[in-house]
């Protein structure tokens, strides 16, 4: 195993032990073992996902004085605020891999076509996994719009050996960078962990966001697992109720392996409880093939999940490509 880690060198933490990374205590433990993932695969159920779904591109207005949001696909969305452009984990590759020829592939077209994006002032970027951090992507915002990338430690030195005059403000857990004078990005725990290659697994940090912009409060949860709960308790009490929390419902199945590392829909309902959130959007879901169930199975859990509670489906929507939320 590595002696150093090649992404981040800072002082001890809560959640850093010197090399590593760590979810808050308490929480279930992340990593698996090789014979784990021989285990999950040995038993894929036959779940095939359409080779293609249909999307008709928006292009979206130049600003919004209001609240907008643009579902792009996966966990990216446009998120238009107070007169600024704000991109979540921007993934436009046909790919979630590292590989153009192998791994993930997406079965719907970006919702927005590259070209035809707004003039981008920011991006928030959760972790380092392929289907969330895009450095094809990221190059060509870079040359486009050098927006803000505000993203946990260590995903900077991945991102600047890439791209050296890329704009970036990495931070930890706690932290906050302003991205206007009346809109701020503050990084907050999740559950979850880091890896662009097979030596270094939780080397990078990883986190949501909370956007506070002209009086309002969106949350980002990037990747997420649900575990004890205690993360959107603590949410709650320190940032007040969520306007408009941006919620993973896919990639979840098998439980016994997923867990800890990815929300299935009722815990996602479960997360909205706790932030007291006025509007949930479903995120995460029917764009890359990564884990067991069928494309539609998380719109059906979700369905289920809100009627149990009795909470009325407009108060948590999951989003298709190209559809468009005002709030």
Do not use: C
């Amino acid at each position: 195993m590595p002696k150093r880690n090649p992404y981040y060198n800072g002082p001890l933490s809560d959640h850093f032990d010197g090399l590593r990374f760590l979810n808050p205590a308490g929480e279930p433990e992340t990593d698996r073992s090789l014979s784990d993932v021989l285990r999950w695969r040995r038993n894929i159920p036959n779940n095939p996902w359409p080779a293609a779904v249909p999307v008709v591109p928006v292009r979206p207005a130049p600003r919004a004085e209001g609240v907008r949001i643009t579902m792009v696909g996966h966990a990216t969305l446009l998120i238009q605020i107070a007169g600024l452009n704000i991109l979540t984990d921007p993934v436009w590759s046909r790919r979630a891999s590292p590989l153009s020829f192998a791994g993930p592939r997406r079965v719907n077209a970006p919702g927005i076509a590259l070209a035809d994006l707004p003039r981008i002032d920011a991006v928030l970027l959760s972790h380092n996994h392929y289907d969330h951090l895009d450095m094809a992507t990221l190059r060509w915002l870079h040359r486009r719009h050098d927006p803000l990338i505000i993203t946990p430690l260590g995903n900077d030195t991945i991102i600047r050996r890439r791209i050296p005059a890329a704009r970036l403000a990495p931070l930890d857990w706690g932290e906050s960078a302003p991205i206007a004078p009346d809109a701020q990005a503050h990084v907050v725990p999740a559950l979850h962990w880091s890896s662009r290659r097979p030596r270094d697994r939780r080397m990078a940090l990883w986190g949501g966001f909370m956007l506070r912009a002209a009086g309002r409060l969106i949350y980002f949860a990037g990747d997420t697992g649900y575990g004890t709960g205690a993360i959107f308790t603590r949410l709650r009490e320190e940032f007040g109720p969520v306007d408009i929390a941006l919620l993973p419902i896919g990639a979840y199945d098998p439980r016994w392996f997923m867990a800890a590392q990815h929300t299935n829909p009722a815990e996602a309902v479960a997360i909205m409880q706790h932030l007291d959130a006025k509007l949930a959007l479903g995120i995460h879901w029917g764009t890359f093939k990564l884990t067991d169930e069928a494309r539609e199975d998380p719109l059906r859990q979700l369905a289920e999940a809100l009627s149990a509670q009795g909470i009325d489906p407009q108060r948590f929507i999951a989003m298709h490509p190209a559809q468009v939320v005002e709030a």
